[in-house]
């Protein structure tokens, strides 16, 4: 069983930032892969950003140069800096994590935070 808690979504001015949080808890043995994704009223969900265990990051390009993904591998945490917002990024954003536990490997979503930019 793996449960993740996203935290730091909320209101924020355009050109703000917010720092999104992704910790994920449970009887894990390896944090592979974390990643953000985002799903704006009528639209459909979309990768912001994903980190894996070696290294790799892959960015959605609507957020390059804004958006850092970072990890904390011995918290299971992952983060989302996102600077300079603009009200197109107003979305529900999901965090994702694969991770091994034990010899499985399990896939898990969030349930979701909002972030709205607006003035």
């Known amino acids: 069983q793996v449960e993740l808690v996203e935290s730091g979504g909320g209101l924020v001015q355009p050109g703000g930032s917010l720092r999104l949080s992704c910790a994920a808890s449970?009887?894990?043995?390896?944090?592979?892969?974390v990643g953000w994704y985002r799903q704006a009223p009528g639209k459909e969900r979309e990768l912001v950003a994903r980190s894996d265990i070696i290294g790799g990051t892959k960015y959605a390009d609507s957020v390059k140069g804004r958006f850092t993904i970072s990890r904390d591998n011995g918290k299971n945490t992952g983060y989302l800096q996102m600077n300079n917002l603009k009200p197109d990024d107003t979305a529900v954003y999901y965090c994702y994590v694969n991770v091994r536990i034990y010899t499985l490997i399990r896939e898990v979503w969030g349930q979701g935070i909002a972030v709205t930019v607006s003035s």
């Open positions: 449970g009887s894990i043995s390896r944090f592979n892969v």
